[in-house]
Structures are given as C-alpha cells and as structure tokens.
Nanobody, 120 residues
Framework: EVQLVESGGGSVQPGGSLRLSCVVS????????MSWVRQAPGKGLEWVSE????????NYAASVKGRFTISRDDAKNTLYLQMNGLKPEDTAVYYC?????????????WGKGTLLTVSS
C-alpha cells in the first residue's frame, strides 16, 4: 500500500523558515519523481515544486522560486521542502504527491497534507 505522510507544518512569522518532510512507503521511492502541491484557504490547488527520480533536476513555481528548496533522501524514503523567507501568502495546506514516473507527468498518490500558517 502506497503511503505518504507529511509533517513539519505549523505557525511561523513572516520572514521565517520551516522544513516540511514527507515519509513514503509502498513503492520504490528513488525511481519516481515527487512533487509538493499546496492549497491556500478558499483557493484551488497550486503546484509548488518537483524533483525527478534519483535526485535529478528540480522545478519550482514562480511564486516560490529562490525561497523554497525541494530535496530528497532516497535512503530514508523522505522528501523535503525547505521554505525560507515565508510570506503570509504561503499559508496553505501542503501536500506531498507521488508522480507517475521518474519525470512528473501526473500525480497518482497524495498525502493528507500538513498546514502551514504564516502570520504575525
């Protein structure tokens, strides 16, 4: 059974930093691209970032580029999202999602999400 479990969310002040983690099981983690997707209150889903299988190239949404860093530890079956320079508009539920292959042409499994609140 594929499982993705996010953690690390919480409340932080503007300008602060936080790191999200996503521990996965039930599939060969290193072979698959992974993504972070977020949903702000009352808004739709927004893709945030992706990393190719095996720690390959990364991509970021324009809204987070230069502030967020996606990474993975294949030995620990864990995906990370380091978030710096947080803004109130980063407030959202953050979801870890598995891509369908080593490159991300679609998402097939999602975690339940972790809430980040950025507020003074």
């Amino acid at each position: 059974e594929v499982q993705l479990v996010e953690s690390g969310g919480g409340s932080v002040q503007p300008g602060g930093s936080l790191r999200l983690s996503c521990v996965v099981s039930g599939f060969s983690f290193s072979r698959y691209a992974m993504s972070w997707v977020r949903q702000a209150p009352g808004k739709g889903l927004e893709w945030v970032s992706e990393i190719k299988g095996g720690g390959g190239p990364t991509n970021y949404a324009a809204s987070v580029k230069g502030r967020f860093t996606i990474s993975r530890d294949d030995a620990k079956n864990t995906l990370y999202l380091q978030m710096n320079g947080l803004k109130p508009e980063d407030t959202a539920v953050y979801y870890c999602a598995k891509c369908r292959s080593g490159s991300c042409y679609g998402l097939d499994y999602w975690g339940k999400g972790t809430l980040l609140t950025v507020s003074s």
